[in-house]
């Protein structure tokens, strides 16, 4: 006892002195009465359950009161569950002859003060449910006399104080869902006494103490939901009055000790939701007294060798969510099995259906779904004749669903989705009167839905979703009353909807999308008045809505699309809480209702692809909660209504192939979610808005076709995440605006058929996630092709085709190795093309000034003989080519003529002695004797050099009369000409 | 020839073919499998809802017009994480480039019939490159750059006639190069810095995984 505990225990001292000096003469109980009455007076009671707290009544009459035998004192004050609130009184503490406290379910705050310790007393503190906060107090351990401690439910803090270990007499210690943190005290193992152990739902974290072992009275210890780490203490072992073991949800690690296998009194043992690895340990098998086993959700690997002939007990079983592999032993049941529940989902059980399973005749539910079984279900599975429910799903079982399932008159839930399930629906499985929920989706099952199954009087959900079921939906389905969930999605039923669905009076979603239904709605649908999903797409339905849909009023998504719907869609705008409503590609006609708008929660509006007509209506504006607004396809007039500006939310907006006038507006520029902007197709006039650079989450803007006039905005740059532009087929003129050098994720661009002009921007070099197109054809652009198009290296498609560009090709359109498309035909270009190009089509080029080399002709070639191949053009610019090469061809040989003439000449002339005779071997010869005597070397090179230059010429008139001089010459001039 | 080689290398378009489509959405399950491996900052993934009848109103996602997606655009989007073997369910897969994207190509990809283009450059990619490749039959731009991948080219991938551009250059590869093919016309860029790839493949002279 420390020196605070002396003078706390000294002024108690001093405290009770006083207070028996004060109420010298009188009996104890009266001086009690003094303090309840104080008590009263500071506890709020709304219930008035302190009025009889009263100095006319006798103390020991008072309600929640107990006084000892010779009514000198109160022993025991029981307030539980009075809705008392306010803090404990401090005038609590003076009545020291309490045995029992007990203020459980009220509203009680604030803290439990230090001073509970002079209530020596106390062999049972009852505390739990209220409010209290603040931590547990140390003096608590002074409380020596404790046998039954409750705090828990309440919002306690801090570390469980190590005095705890002082209450030696304590027999039940409750301190369940606090914030309590820190590790369970190791002092624990001290109360040797101690029965009842809840630590639950708390944070505390550490190791299990070994020391818990000394408990050995322990019957019952609940540590789960909180962090508690590192393994289970082997030692655990030595309770051997255990009976309750609940460690679920903690983080502890390593595998189960064998040592468990001690506890031979455990009916309960839980360790869900930990990280326990390695196998389940056969030692618990001797755990003969075992009820109720949890150990799903760890890391358990190996076999199941838990067998229920040595735990005869067993009623529940969940490893759920483990590592298990192998199959279930065929022995694992007796006859005579208790066993209900076995839970073996999620994890890697492999085999066939278990058959050791069917000796279990007292299974009621059983879940061996999200494993890797195969094989067929075994005829004989009827043997479990209590099942209720039976969880097969997500496995691999083939083979067809066995009558015999007809026998399980107790089935309630039957889920077998996610398999390979074949056959047919068997017509036994209209026994099934108990039968409420039928899952068979993603199988293969075939043939059409027995109308037997509309027998199963208790079925609530049918989910039939991706099978391959045929024939009509039963005529008798109206027999169901109590559906909610139809789902009849992707198989191939085909036929009119039954009229008796609309009897169905309690479905809520019904979806029979993915068919081959046709017909049109029956009236009765207007019973469905909790319907709030319809789903119908893809499917042949036609005529017009019955009017009496108008009365569903919980309608929620309905999406009819791809059907062959006429008339108005007024019909479906009875609810006002539709999210989504889909009529896309059907035949409806007339206006939009501009009564959508009530629906304020409408997310999704999309009517494309049908034939309606006049304007949108302004009222949609009031949808706030509008994501996407598809109304492209249709008949539309008008302009579109400024009040969609309110739609704020507005990603998708779909407007194209309609015939809205009016001026692009400029609001669009206010919708800053938006990310994908199609107004294509209409007859929009006036300037692309520039406000539209605002929009800078848009990935799609597709504004073509229309009438759009002035030049395209600079704030076009400003949509940095715009993956698709396109522009083309308006009235566009002046520049393509440098700033779309910004827009560098575009990966298509499409800015043809307009009338832009001057050069293309040097900066599209740097858009180099262009990939599907770079498309600029059809206008009136100039000057060079820009030689950055050559960083272009993801682009397939390249068209420039029919502008004014002239000069060469730029040589960096070789690099362009991704290209599958490329038209740069009818421009001013001129130049050899690169060998790169040689695998396109003439006509990529053709319509050019001077293009040569492959595909074109040869650059050397005349190009004569590949006319039939050609465009008009294309032959004009050869002949106009053939004309002006054969000119320079004459010149050049009259000119090599006169020259030749004029050095024979001076041949002639300078060798008059020798005389005229046949020139060529003379001259060969008085040549070679020059070169011979190392004159005239440097001729000799060049004369080699301009001869194989000359064979290049086409027309070139071998002479050996002329000169090596002359010939020189010759050569130059060619140059010159560039031939 | 030789003065036109390009930087890149290209590509590989192929289409997988998916066993018989179990559910129609299977190509928004596989997307929203995608979704959840991946860590997205920026929130470009915000409109990938499951529970739309298909993915082709998500953004970044293009399909055709049977409602197949086409085409993935998650580029310069900082999103990171790995890729599972769920994309083999879609069946033109591109532009999956500069992002933080971890981890090894899934094999499966191999089963992508139709895929003619995949960019996976850019990204933290390890691990081999996929023998399965060979499968993507279509396949005509092949840009592996700018990853970390290491082993050898697989031989295999000269089954892939279509092949136009192939870039697996700034990895870690290994081996020699294989010459049949369509490696006929790759250039040396396409291979560039890959300090421990021998050149081309001489064949029985030099065992193929030279270096290794």
Not at chain 1, 70 to 88: H, K, P, Q, R, Y
Request: glycine share 8%; net charge negative.
């Amino acid at each position: 006892m420390d020196s605070t505990q002396i003078s706390r225990f000294s002024l108690f001292i001093t405290v009770f002195s006083c207070i028996l000096a004060f109420s010298f003469g009188d009996n104890s109980s009266s001086t009690d009465a003094h303090w309840l009455l104080r008590i009263k007076s500071k506890l709020v009671d709304p219930a008035g359950v302190l009025e009889s707290w009263s100095l006319r009544a006798h103390i020991c009459s008072w309600n929640g009161l107990t006084c000892s035998h010779d009514e000198a004192f109160v022993i025991a004050l029981n307030l539980s569950a009075s809705t008392l609130s306010g803090s404990i009184p401090t005038e609590l503490w003076n009545l020291v002859s309490l045995q029992t406290l007990d203020l459980s379910l009220n509203l009680i705050t604030g803290s439990i003060p230090p001073e509970i310790g002079r209530l020596r007393n106390l062999r049972t503190l009852i505390l739990f449910a209220n409010n209290l906060s603040g931590k547990i107090p140390t003096e608590i351990g002074l409380l020596k006399k404790l046998q039954v401690l409750r705090i828990g439910d309440n919002m306690l803090a801090a570390q469980i104080p190590p005095s705890i270990g002082n209450l030696t007499e304590l027999r039940v210690l409750g301190l369940a869902y606090c914030q309590l943190n820190g590790s369970i005290p190791a002092e624990i193992g001290n109360l040797k006494n101690l029965v009842f152990l809840d630590l639950q739902h708390n944070s505390l974290s550490g190791f299990i103490p070994a020391e818990i072992h000394n408990c050995e009275e322990l019957q019952n210890f609940a540590a789960s939901n909180n962090m508690l780490d590192g393994e289970i203490p082997a030692s655990i072992g030595k309770l051997k009055s255990l009976q309750i073991l609940n460690l679920a949800n903690n983080s502890l690690s390593g595998s189960i000790p064998p040592e468990i296998s001690g506890l031979s009194n455990l009916q309960y043992l839980n360790l869900l939701g930990n990280r326990l690895n390695g196998e389940i340990p056969w030692e618990l098998n001797h755990l003969v007294q075992l009820q109720k086993l949890d150990l799903s959700s760890n890391n358990l690997s190996g076999t199941i060798n838990l067998l229920n002939i040595h735990l005869q007990n067993l009623q529940v079983v969940v490893f759920s969510n483990n590592a298990l592999t192998g199959s279930i032993p065929s022995n694992f049941c007796l006859k005579n099995s208790n066993l209900q529940q076995l839970f073996l989902a999620q994890n890697k059980l492999s085999g066939g259906f278990p058959l050791g399973l069917l000796n279990c005749s007292s299974l009621q539910q059983l879940d061996l779904s999200n494993n890797n079984l195969e094989g067929e279900l075994p005829p004989t599975i009827d043997k479990l004749e209590k099942l209720t429910d039976l969880l097969l799903n997500n496995n691999s079982f083939n083979g067809s669903l066995p009558p015999e399932i007809g026998n399980m008159s107790n089935l309630e839930n039957l889920y077998l989705f996610d398999n390979m399930i074949t056959g047919s629906i068997p017509v036994e499985i209209g026994k099934l009167q108990s039968l409420s929920t039928i899952y068979l989706y993603d199988n293969q099952m075939s043939g059409s839905i027995p109308m037997e199954l509309t027998n199963c009087a208790s079925l609530t959900a049918i989910d039939f979703f991706g099978n391959h079921f045929s024939g009509s939906i039963p005529e008798t389905i109206g027999k169901l009353k109590d559906l909610v969930l139809l789902q009849l999605r992707q198989n191939d039923l085909s036929g009119p909807i039954p009229p008796s669905l609309g009897y169905c009076k309690k479905l809520q979603q019904l979806a029979l999308a993915d068919n081959k239904l046709s017909g049109s709605l029956p009236a009765t649908f207007r019973f469905l008045s909790q319907l709030s999903t319809i789903t119908l797409y893809n499917n042949s339905f036609e005529g017009p809505l019955p009017d009496s849909l108008y009365s569903l009023r919980n309608l929620k998504i309905i999406n009819f699309s791809h059907n062959k719907f006429s008339g108005t869609i007024l019909p479906l705008t009875g609810s006002n809480s539709l999210t989504a409503l889909d009529l896309t590609n059907n035949s409806f006609s007339g206006s939009i209702p501009s009564r959508l708008a009530i629906s304020t929660n409408l997310g999704r509006l999309r009517l494309a692809n049908n034939l309606l007509n006049g304007s949108i209506p302004s009222e949609l504006g009031r949808l706030k909660e509008l994501i996407f607004l598809d109304l492209s396809f249709n008949n539309l007039t008008g302009e579109v209504p400024s009040q969609l500006s309110t739609c704020q939310k507005l990603q998708h907006l779909l407007l194209n192939d309609n015939h809205f006038t009016g001026k692009m507006p400029s609001w669009l520029g206010s919708l800053h979610d938006l990310g994908e902007l199609h107004l294509s197709s209409n007859n929009f006039q006036g300037q692309v808005p520039a406000e539209l650079g605002n929009c800078s989450r848009l990935l799609k803007l597709s504004l073509h076709s229309n009438n759009l006039s002035g030049q395209i905005p600079h704030e076009i740059g400003q949509l940095t995440s715009l993956n698709v532009l396109n522009l083309q087929r308006n009235n566009l003129s002046g520049s393509i605006p440098p700033t779309i050098q910004q827009c560098k994720k575009l990966y298509e661009l499409r800015l043809s058929e307009n009338l832009l002009s001057g050069p293309i921007p040097s900066e599209i070099g740097k858009l180099t996630e262009l990939q599907v197109i770079l498309d600029l054809s059809r206008n009136l652009l100039s000057g060079e092709i820009p030689s950055s198009l050559g960083d272009l290296l993801k682009l397939e498609r390249l068209n420039l085709s029919f502008n004014r560009l002239g000069g060469e090709l730029p040589s960096s359109l070789g690099q362009l190795t991704s290209l599958v498309m490329l038209n740069l035909s009818n421009n001013h270009l001129r130049g050899q093309l690169s060998s790169t190009f040689s695998g396109f089509p003439p006509t990529s080029f053709s319509g050019n000034d001077k293009l040569c080399g492959p595909p074109l002709t040869s650059c050397m070639d005349s190009a004569g003989h590949e006319n039939n191949l050609l465009s008009s053009t294309a032959v004009v610019w050869i002949i106009v080519a053939i004309v002006f090469t054969s000119t320079v061809i004459c010149l050049l040989m009259i000119y090599i003529m006169l020259r030749m003439w004029c050095n024979m000449r001076e041949v002639l002339i300078s060798n008059s002695s020798e005389g005229g005779g046949n020139g060529i071997e003379q001259i060969k010869r008085e040549d070679q004797e020059r070169w011979m005597y190392g004159d005239e070397k440097k001729r000799k090179g060049e004369y080699w050099r301009v001869m194989s230059s000359m064979a290049l010429v086409p027309s070139q008139n071998h002479d050996d009369h002329i000169s090596s001089s002359c010939i020189f010459q010759v050569k130059m001039d060619t140059k010159k000409l560039g031939i | 020839m030789a003065p036109l080689s390009v930087i890149s290398l290209s590509l590989c378009f192929l289409l997988p073919l998916l066993s018989p489509a179990i559910s129609t959405n299977s190509e928004g399950n596989a997307l929203h499998a995608l979704r959840r491996r991946l860590s997205d900052p920026t929130n470009v993934l915000q409109s990938w809802d499951p529970t739309l009848v298909n993915p082709c109103t998500w953004f970044h996602v293009t399909c055709d017009s049977n409602n197949h997606v086409i085409r993935l655009d998650l580029g310069n989007s900082n999103i990171s994480g790995t890729l599972g073997p769920e994309l083999a369910q879609l069946q033109h897969l591109q532009e999956l480039y500069k992002n933080d994207i971890s981890g090894e190509i899934p094999k499966e990809l191999g089963n992508l019939k139709n895929l003619v283009g995949l960019d996976l450059y850019g990204n933290r990619f390890e691990g081999e490159i996929p023998k399965s490749f060979s499968g993507l039959k279509s396949l005509r731009f092949l840009r592996l750059n700018n990853n970390n991948l290491t082993g050898s080219i697989p031989r295999e991938l000269t089954a892939l006639s279509n092949l136009k551009v192939f870039d697996v250059s700034n990895n870690d590869l290994c081996g020699t190069i294989p010459v049949d093919g369509p490696f006929g016309m790759f250039s040396m860029p396409s291979y560039a810095n890959n300090m421990r790839l021998n050149g081309p493949e001489l064949k029985g002279l030099v065992p193929y995984n030279f270096g290794c």
